[in-house]
């Protein structure tokens, strides 16, 4: 399941940007917040966009704030209240002024970017996931937000999945929610 490849990478880097920089757990463990907000933010960017430069600082502070803006998106969709997530994008939309242009960079064919007039780094990035996150709300597919369902991880994803049935963060959260079920079977060690 294609958004369009574009908004695909930056969903990914919102899914990325929560999951980085947001505490909480992951994978069965707590995920306390990042020592190094540097290396976390360029890491959640290089999820969609595997070649970003390293962020500075500043920039890291900055992406952190936008994080936890983003995982109240992802918080409201899996409680199912789809209104609160928009209001929530909404409210990012108009706090970054997003507007769409059309930009041709780094070999890539003409695609839209929304970024705010004379914003930061992480302005204009957080301009871009809430616009991507308005495209995926806004469209049928608004249930390919969520937040896994593993007990004790509460990382996001975004199911890409032709069947639209993905309902954990990472394969390993997924395969451990199968042990733990086959072991309440009487049917593993």
């Not at 907000?37 to 430069?53: F, K, M, Q």
């Not at 970054?96 to 914003?119: K, N, S, Y």
Request: glycine fraction near 8%; aromatic fraction near 6%; charged fraction near 25%.
């Amino acid at each position: 399941m294609d958004f369009n490849s574009h908004t695909d990478m930056i969903v990914r880097v919102a899914v990325g940007l929560v999951n980085e920089l947001t505490p909480g757990e992951r994978r069965g463990r707590p995920f306390p917040p990042p020592r190094d907000l540097t290396a976390a933010a360029t890491e959640g960017l290089r999820t969609g966009y595997p070649g970003h430069r390293e962020v500075t600082a500043a920039e890291a502070a900055e992406f952190a704030e936008v994080a936890v803006r983003l995982r109240a998106v992802f918080d409201a969709v899996a409680a199912e209240d789809v209104d609160a997530a928009a209001l929530k994008v909404n409210d990012l939309l108009v706090e970054t002024r997003a507007r769409p242009l059309l930009q041709r960079h780094d070999g890539e064919p003409w695609h839209l970017h929304f970024h705010g007039p004379g914003g930061t780094m992480a302005g204009d990035w957080a301009a871009s996931c809430a616009t991507g996150l308005a495209i995926v709300l806004g469209s049928e597919f608004h249930d390919r937000l969520g937040v896994c369902t593993a007990p004790q991880c509460d990382r996001v994803y975004v199911d890409v999945s032709r069947n639209g049935t993905r309902r954990f963060c990472c394969t390993a959260c997924q395969n451990r929610v199968k042990t733990a079920a086959f072991r309440a079977r009487g049917k593993g060690p």
